[in-house]
């Protein structure tokens, strides 16, 4: 009984778990969470920038930084000149690469899995992914991929399935942008990402 139960289960899932291997959606996160692997197993060996120079690759790859920092800011973010939009997306990769490389520094048997329920909406496909010791519940991350020049890249990430960062970043970028506009968001940026560098709360 228990064998049946079994083979029927591993029947039932195997067509949503092909799904996620072959969906072009997927591949990036498959790259990423290799590359995100190396990093936090190098921790202990490797410095700070060594990891972070690690890592930038995987990351401008499979994130579409320039549509994230733009719907971070909003509307107003095309009304900037080209000088500024340049200055704002190099500090917010080099704070991006900085929040990965601070918040994924130690490996404890930790894998990515890229999991098998993605769903679509509208152009754009949620893909879920896990990260956490195998066995044990993990921190469930659904990026959303949206397929451009580059291919499929990432334009939001969800935590626990709801919580999107663009909206969080966007929050909390707001108050700076008021305050003092874009040059202020470049300074902001710049020192978060020197924080976390240095072991800061950035």
């Known amino acids: 009984m228990m064998l049946r139960r079994s083979l029927l289960l591993a029947t039932l899932l195997a067509p949503a778990a092909a799904h996620a291997a072959t969906d072009p959606a997927a591949a990036p996160l ?21 990891r972070a120079a690690a890592l930038r690759p995987a990351i401008q790859a499979v994130f579409n930084l ?5 719907r971070s800011i909003g509307l107003e973010y095309e ?16 704070f ?19 999991l098998p329920q993605i769903r679509k909406i509208g152009a754009e496909e949620v893909v879920p992914t896990e990260i956490g010791v ?18 499929w890249q990432a334009v ?10 663009v909206a969080v970043q966007r929050s909390d970028f707001r108050s700076v942008l008021v305050s003092g506009g874009p040059d202020a968001l470049i300074a902001s940026l710049k020192r978060k990402a020197e924080q976390l560098a ?5």
């Open 30 to 50: 498959e790259a990423f969470g290799i590359a995100l692997i190396a990093a936090m197993k190098a921790g202990p060996s490797q410095s700070f920038d060594q």
């Open 66 to 70: 320039p549509t994230i920092l733009a």
């Open 79 to 94: 009304s900037y000149t080209a000088a500024q939009k340049s200055a704002l997306l190099a500090a917010f990769t080099d």
């Open 96 to 114: 991006t690469v900085a929040t990965w490389t601070a918040n994924f520094s130690h490996w404890n048997g930790e894998a990515f899995r890229v």
């Open 134 to 151: 195998p066995g044990q519940k993990g921190t469930a991350l659904d990026f959303v991929m949206q397929q451009g020049a580059a291919g």
């Open 156 to 165: 939001d990430i969800l935590l626990d399935g709801t919580i999107s960062r």
């Open 198 to 202: 240095t072991g800061g709360a950035g």
